[in-house]
């Protein structure tokens, strides 16, 4: 479970009133929330992101976060504001309530372990509604571990917040990779992202060692070489495999929790390799659906022309910024594999 709720361990649960959602006549700029939720926040201007989550819908935007300072220096009356021009919580919250104005709307909102906030905006007459009122009553407000529910409750949201974030987890994917994007997800997730990516490159490895094993044994190869077997070697290729009938390939394994529609992240250390050695030698061995209990396979040949192409166009963007004193250093190029030709899959 990538998503897990911060160490404070209290989640705020309101019905929202008609000012929260914008439609008294207050003219009420903000939803105001409870104290003793998201105590880790500072207490005034936090403008920061937020996940908000109703049904399928999962999205991460602006969340303007503050308190009211009293005289004495101390803060009370913690709130979400509307913001400016720019697209936030209050302002979704309040599109997705216009679309239903006979309902009531609720509110759960709390904090994951890399401080990101998390707003789940549940209609009275949803199916997540529904099963968190059977635990949760009207009258609740901060849910913590002295709910005699709250176990329950727990593994619910943080099932859901898993569940209909997977778009934004395997983004994260990607970034871990690239630092494409970095400013947009907390430090700590993409720190998490890239141990679930380490993690997951050598899991995959280590499937590919033991297919390998298989098909020497079946007579398919005649040998191979696994070259990150004791350490990671640094090199742009992770086996060498050998066979009678033609010349050794350059195996590169590349491994993601998700489908195979996933981006396949090269560097350009394996571009200029494949395009200057790797020509009829390459192939990518994408081991994918790795967090399911069914690992599968898919090789992908004929890589070559597109790497031809990108570092061909590399080489022009480097003689043009070479003007300017300016060398570029470690690109990372995160590609559809659709482009390339692709075997059937296997199961591992």
């Known amino acids: 479970m990538f998503f897990k709720i911060n160490a404070e361990c209290h989640i ?8 929260d959602l914008g439609i008294g006549t207050s003219h009420q700029t903000h939803i105001g929330l409870y104290e003793g939720v998201l105590n880790f926040l500072p207490d005034v201007d936090v403008v920061s992101t937020a996940m908000l989550i109703c049904d399928g819908y999962c999205d991460i935007i602006k969340c303007y976060f503050d308190r009211i300072e009293n005289l004495d220096g101390t803060f009370r009356s913690p709130k979400i504001r509307i913001g400016g021009s720019e697209e936030s919580v209050v302002k979704r919250i309040r599109e997705f309530a216009s679309a239903d104005t006979g309902a009531d709307w609720y509110l759960l909102w709390f904090g994951l372990e890399s401080e990101e906030l998390v707003f789940i905006l549940l209609n009275a007459n949803s199916e997540d509604y529904h099963r968190l009122h059977s635990y949760i009553s009207d009258n609740d407000k901060i849910l913590d571990e002295s709910h005699p529910a709250f176990a329950a409750i ?29 400013h947009e997800y907390k430090p ?3 720190e998490k992202a890239n141990k679930y990516f380490c993690q997951t490159g050598r899991a995959g490895e280590e499937l590919i060692n033991e297919y390998f ?5 079946a007579g398919h190869i005649k040998s191979y070489l696994w070259m990150n077997a004791s350490r990671e ?3 742009p290729f992770d086996f060498i495999v050998s066979s009678d009938s033609s010349a050794a390939l350059h195996v590169d394994v590349k491994s993601t929790q998700f489908d195979c529609n996933q981006p396949i992240v090269f560097s350009d250390g394996e571009i200029r390799f494949i395009s200057e050695y ?23 040949h004929e890589i070559s022309s597109y790497a031809d192409a990108i570092l061909a166009k590399q080489n022009i963007f480097g003689a043009e910024i070479s003007q300017l004193s300016t060398s570029v250093n470690l690109i990372k190029y995160a590609v559809r594999p659709n482009i390339f030709n692709v075997g059937q899959e296997i199961m591992l």
Do not use: H
């Open 188 to 190: 700590k997730d993409i």
């Open 278 to 300: 790797g020509r009829d030698t390459y192939q990518v061995y994408r081991v994918f659906d790795m967090s399911n209990e069914q690992k599968k396979l898919c090789i992908y």
């Open 233 to 235: 070697s640094g090199l």
């Open 154 to 182: 727990l593994q619910y949201i943080e099932d859901k917040v898993n569940r209909v974030s997977v778009d934004l987890q395997k983004d994260l994917e990607v970034v871990a990779q690239t630092g494409r994007g970095v």
């Open 12 to 19: 705020g649960f309101k019905k929202l009133t008609a000012a």
């Open 213 to 217: 094993d298989k098909e020497c044994a």
